[in-house]
């Protein structure tokens, strides 16, 4: 067998089947985004040359999922491809448990309206607006307590997804642990820029929430990446694999859901919450064997989550990344620092410096960059963080950001 060469950037796979995009210019799509409203949003995806909007639905299926589309069961209940995705769940994330949704935001709102009591608090590192969104629906108040660093664009700091266990110690005396079912943890974290946690900070928010008897979940979506940053910069890990380190990650939590990027599900260790997920499931998605999604789709996805682990898979992604980063510094466009595990985050703040923020600068930013070159990225910054649901205030970010996400392309390893 030919030696794989780890840890690059370059492609390992060959691109089997072309799809045609159109080639616009600058007048076409002037028009287009102010037929958008300037809202990258709602452009048509055939007015876009490339679509860095999102990684969500978006990723190249490896020929080892074309082909487990083939040998999709679609039984209304029992479907072979759900026990297939079950065992995968239970291996890749070490969770007992697994209720399948037709989206990460649908495991929210079922994660949300079953733990959450009006009144309680979910402390979480900085909010992503559909998990937020279904806490606020279940009458709960979500807190940010990521670290400052995380709020500043230029911070260098290596894991700006961490959890300041002093801001979550002070909000535990000042609401009582009584009121905060768990304390939510993304990672790598989205809207902070694709930035990870460190395993030394989940193991000392594990042990807080341990200590006053709280729950700690997981929104796992992208969780590879940040345990590939783990892998990368903490003292004492680089030796393990990310396969190992996503179950390291897993086994601290009670429960993930992961946006499996249009697909989605709940996995627990917990029982009850596990029996009661199932049984909402049926109301709102699906049986619980499909929960909105074709046995296709479920058979794809259980061999997607054995692809997304393989060494060379997960550090093309990144570094692919952190080549783009680099390129873009090179030509002084400012952004968000240390480059994310999915996407580069680019600092309209700094960009615009001569826009207020009422003045929205990332949605003029990304809007300005599809008119000049047909990419599309999306806006994370004053009209993604909306309104407060109380008062109808707007919410004022730190963190005004154009993502350019790189959506994930991958390849089967034959043998590890
Ligand atoms: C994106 C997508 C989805 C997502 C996520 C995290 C960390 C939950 C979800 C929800 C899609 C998206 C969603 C809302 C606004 C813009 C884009 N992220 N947690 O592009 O999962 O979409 O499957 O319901 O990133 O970042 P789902």
Redo the contacts with the bound molecule.
Sequence with gaps: MAKIIKHSWAEPYKIKMVEPIKVTDRPYREKAAKEAGYNT?LLKSEDVYIDL????GTNAMSDYQWAGLMMGDEAYAGSKNFYALWDNVKKYYGMPYFVPTH??????HMISKIMIKPGDYIPGNMY????RVHQELAGGTFVDVIIDEAHDAKNTHPFKGNIDPNKLEALIHKVGAKKIPYVCM?GP??MAGGQPFSMANLKEISALTKKYGIKLWF?A??ATENAYFIQQKEKGYEKKTVAQLLKEICSYFDGI?V??????FIATRNKKVFEEARNMVVIYEGLHSYGGLAGRDMEAMARGIEEMVKPENISMRVKQVEYCGKQLESYGIPLVKPYGG?AIFLDAKQFLSHLKQDLFPAQSLASEIYEDSGVRG?ERGLV?SGRDPKTGEQRYPKLELV?L?FPRSLRQEKEN
């Design positions: 949003f909007l999102t990684d969500s989206q990460g935001r649908a495991a929210e992503f607006t559909t998990t993304a974290v989205n929104d979506t992208r859901w946006s499996a990027k249009k697909d989605g999915h999306m993604s993502r996400t």
